[in-house]
C-alpha cells in the first residue's frame, strides 16, 4: 500500500508540476554528479601530469577503457531506465521492477565477464588503444587496479541511471559525489605520501568507484519505488529487446568515444608522446565543459519519458525548448572561456612541456568554437532516445564520434597533418548539428500529428 501511494505520488509530481522547475529540480542533483564526476577525472589527469608526460598520456590511454565500461553501464542503465520511466508514468510498476532487476544483474554478469581476457592480454590492449612503447609502462601500472574495479564502475553507472530516471537524482548525486571527493584526497595521499606514482592513482579510483557502487546499491533499495529483486530477473528476448531499444544510442555514443579516444591516440602516436599526452588533457578539459550541459540533458529525460508515457506530449515539447535554450546559452558562454583561457587550462596540467601547451591550446580552441551547437545536438539525441525513436537517437549519437568523426580524423590528418587532427572534433560537432535539426524537427511533427488523433 505504501509503495503504491509512493508511485502515485511520484506521478503526479512528474505530470503535473510546471516543467522547467520539474526539470530544474531534477537537473541540478545531476548537474552536480556529471561536474564532480569530471572533476575527479580531472584530478587523475592533473596529479598524474605532476610525474611526467608519459603518465598523461598513459591516462589518456586508459580513458578509452573507461569510456567503454561508461558504455556498458549507461546502455544498460538508460536502456532498462527509459522502460521503467514510461512504465511508471503508464502505471505498468510490475514491468518496471523486471526491467530494473535485468539491467542491473545483466551488467553485473556482463562486466565480470570482461575483467579475465582483458587482464592476461593487458599489452595487447594498451596497444590497440594507442599506447607508444614510452607510456606503456605508466599505462599498464595506471590499468590495473582500474580494470579489478570494472564491475564496480558498470554497476555505477547503471543505479545512477536508475536512479535518475525514477525522479531521484539527488540520491544518485550523493553515490557519485561521494566516491568522487574520496578519489580526489586519496590520488594525492597514494601517488605521492604512499610514493606508488600512477599506480596510486589507479588505485583511488578503483577504490572510490567500488565505495559508490555500495552507497548506489544502499540508496536504490531504501529510496526507489522500484526495487531490485533477483527474483524479478526476465533475461528473455522481449525484456533485451527493451533494453536495446532505450539503451543503444547511450551505447552508441558512449561506446564510440572510446572508439573516437582510441583513433585520436593512434592518429596523435606518429606525432610524439607530448601529442598524445595534449589531447588527453583537452579531453578531460572538454569533459569539464560538456558535463554541465549533460547533467541538466539528464533532468529533462525522466520528464520527456513520464510525459511521452503519459501521452502529454505538449509538456514533452515545452521541456525540450526550455532545455536548447538553457543549454545553447551555457555552452556559448562556456566555449568563449573556454577560447579564451585554453594555453592556461593546458598548461596546468603540464606546465613544462610547451610542445604539449602549444598542441593542447589549439585543440581546445577549435573545439571551443563548437560548442555553441552543442546544447541542441545532445538535448535532441535525448528527446529522441526517451521517445523511443531508436534509428534517428543512434545515427545522432553515432555521427558525432564515429560516423562522421573518425573518417574525418583520418582525412584532416592525411590533408593537414597533426592540424587536422586538431580541427576534427570541432568539425565533426557542426556537422552533426546538421544532420540532428532535420531528424528532430520530423519528430516532433510525427508527434504533434498523434497528439492530434
Known amino acids: ?186 590520488d594525492p595521499i597514494l ?80 606525432y610524439g608522446d607530448s601529442a598524445i599526452a595534449a589531447f588527453s588533457v583537452v579531453s578531460r578539459s572538454y569533459m569539464i565543459c560538456i558535463s554541465a550541459l549533460l547533467g541538466f540533458g539528464q533532468g529533462f529525460q525522466p520528464v520527456c519519458g513520464f510525459n511521452y508515457g503519459a501521452k502529454l506530449y505538449d509538456r514533452v515539447k515545452k521541456a525540450f525548448v526550455f532545455c536548447v535554450k538553457v543549454g545553447t546559452t551555457v555552452m556559448t558562454l562556456i566555449g568563449i572561456t573556454a577560447f579564451v583561457l585554453a594555453p592556461d587550462i593546458v598548461a596546468a596540467f603540464r606546465a613544462d612541456d610547451p610542445e604539449l601547451i602549444e598542441i593542447g591550446a589549439r585543440a581546445l580552441r577549435n573545439e571551443a568554437c563548437a560548442f555553441p551547437f552543442m546544447g541542441f545536438t545532445i538535448i535532441s539525441n535525448m528527446y529522441l532516445q526517451n521517445t523511443r525513436r531508436t534509428v534517428f537517437a543512434t545515427i545522432t549519437a553515432v555521427a558525432r564520434q564515429g560516423l562522421i568523426f573518425v573518417p574525418l580524423l583520418f582525412i584532416l590528418r592525411a590533408a593537414f597533418g597533426l592540424g587536422g587532427v586538431e580541427k576534427a572534433q570541432a568539425i565533426s560537432d557542426f556537422l552533426t548539428f546538421c544532420l540532428a535539426m532535420p531528424l528532430t524537427i520530423y519528430a516532433f511533427k510525427t508527434q504533434e500529428i498523434a497528439n492530434k488523433m
Open 191 to 270: 601517488m605521492f605520501v604512499f610514493h606508488m606514482g600512477v599506480s596510486g592513482a589507479s588505485l583511488a579510483t578503483a577504490f572510490s568507484q567500488t565505495v559508490s557502487a555500495f552507497i548506489l546499491i544502499y540508496m536504490s533499495q531504501k529510496y526507489n519505488p522500484v526495487k531490485i529483486h533477483i527474483s524479478k530477473l526476465r533475461p528473455s528476448l522481449r525484456v533485451y529487446r527493451e533494453i536495446v531499444a532505450g539503451g543503444l544510442p547511450s551505447f552508441a555514443r558512449q561506446g564510440l568515444a572510446s572508439v573516437a579516444t582510441i583513433c585520436l591516440n593512434r592518429a596523435a602516436r606518429p
Open 1 to 186: 500500500m505504501q509503495n503504491e501511494r509512493e508511485l502515485a505520488a511520484k506521478y503526479r509530481k512528474m505530470t503535473e508540476t510546471p516543467v522547467e522547475k520539474l526539470i530544474m529540480q531534477l537537473a541540478v542533483p545531476s548537474i552536480i554528479s556529471m561536474l564532480v564526476s569530471a572533476l575527479y577525472n580531472m584530478a587523475d589527469t592533473f596529479f598524474i601530469g605532476k610525474i611526467n608526460t608519459q603518465a598523461t598520456g598513459a591516462a589518456g590511454i586508459v580513458f578509452s577503457y573507461m569510456a567503454l565500461t561508461q558504455a556498458l553501464g549507461f546502455f544498460l542503465g538508460q536502456g532498462s531506465g527509459n522502460f521503467v520511466s514510461r512504465a511508471m508514468g503508464a502505471k505498468d510498476n510490475e514491468r518496471a521492477e523486471i526491467m530494473t532487476s535485468t539491467g542491473f544483474f545483466t551488467g553485473l554478469f556482463m562486466s565480470i565477464c570482461i575483467v579475465l581476457p582483458c587482464w592476461f592480454m593487458m599489452d595487447s590492449v594498451l596497444d590497440f588503444f594507442g599506447a607508444t612503447p614510452t607510456i606503456m609502462v605508466e599505462a599498464k601500472r595506471y590499468f590495473s587496479y582500474i580494470l579489478l574495479a570494472t564491475p564496480f564502475m558498470v554497476t555505477s553507472f547503471i543505479l545512477n541511471n536508475l536512479l535518475r530516471f525514477q525522479g531521484n537524482s539527488l540520491k544518485g548525486m550523493i553515490g557519485i559525489t561521494t566516491g568522487a571527493v574520496m578519489n580526489v584526497v586519496l
